[in-house]
């Protein structure tokens, strides 16, 4: 799983970045910015979940990523323009620490060290990014909804006798949020799965009986990502 921002910096980077951040408390449901707002600061999560989607039409959304504690967010427009690709919106109450454009890129001027890792983390994100939007665009409404199932089972998968369990609820309109998909299709296709025994659900607790399909559907085998996560 690929490690958060904040704990590939050593202490001293760290406290730095931090002194020069304000923290803010933002509440479930809430929003940090919208797309095409200015994008002025890049955030830190002390502690909280915060996920970037797009806005695809027609009611629709598509999930880019589900940022949580130590980690980082708004990089897409912060470094790349003067406004934000994506929106951000608080999954749960969160905190928050947030610093402007020009008192970052001082910090990573002066500090090579400190630019290393934002170079080698934004790299690492693309990267995974890239990954996501080929299993959704490449392999159809099915290989969307594996892939995201993939990646659940990376961040709370457990293995059993039975299979993988995945630890956390997941709902049908989750799935259908993260790649914009209907709602109505998702449950199509896990129906299908339950129906060949591939998975199993218990009060939105899902058991992955048969990974290999997953992987198999997605050829795995040849992608060589190691932070396939949502």
């Known amino acids: ?6 704990k590939r910096l050593d202490t001293h980077d760290y406290d730095m970045l931090i ?3 304000k923290l803010i408390e933002i509440k479930k449901g809430a929003y940090i910015y919208t797309e095409k707002s200015p994008s002025d600061y890049l955030y830190f999560i002390q ?3 915060i996920r970037i989607f797009k806005e695809i039409g027609g009611g629709k959304e598509i999930t880019f990523f589900s940022r949580r504690d130590d980690d980082v967010f708004g990089e897409t427009g912060f470094f790349s323009g003067h406004t934000y690709s994506t929106t951000a919106k608080a999954q749960r109450n969160s905190f928050i620490y947030y610093i402007g454009k020009n008192k970052l890129i001082n910090l990573l001027t002066q500090n090579g060290r400190m630019g290393l890792q934002f170079t080698k983390w934004v790299a690492e994100s693309l990267e995974s990014s890239n990954a996501k939007m080929r299993d959704y665009v490449a392999f159809g409404s099915e290989g969307a909804v594996a892939s995201v199932f993939i990646r659940i089972s990376n961040m709370y998968g457990v293995v059993t006798t039975e299979g993988i369990r995945i630890t956390e609820s997941i709902m049908i309109t989750d799935i259908s949020k993260q790649i914009g998909i209907s709602r109505k299709t998702v449950s199509r296709l896990v129906k299908k799965w339950k129906q060949s025994g591939i998975i199993e659900n218990d009060n939105k607790h899902f058991l992955i009986k048969d990974m290999r399909y997953f992987r198999e559907l997605l050829v795995c085998k040849n992608c060589g990502v190691t932070n396939c996560v949502l």
């Open 1 to 6: 799983m690929m490690e958060p921002l904040l």
């Open 19 to 21: 002194a020069n951040s």
């Open 47 to 49: 502690q909280g979940e």
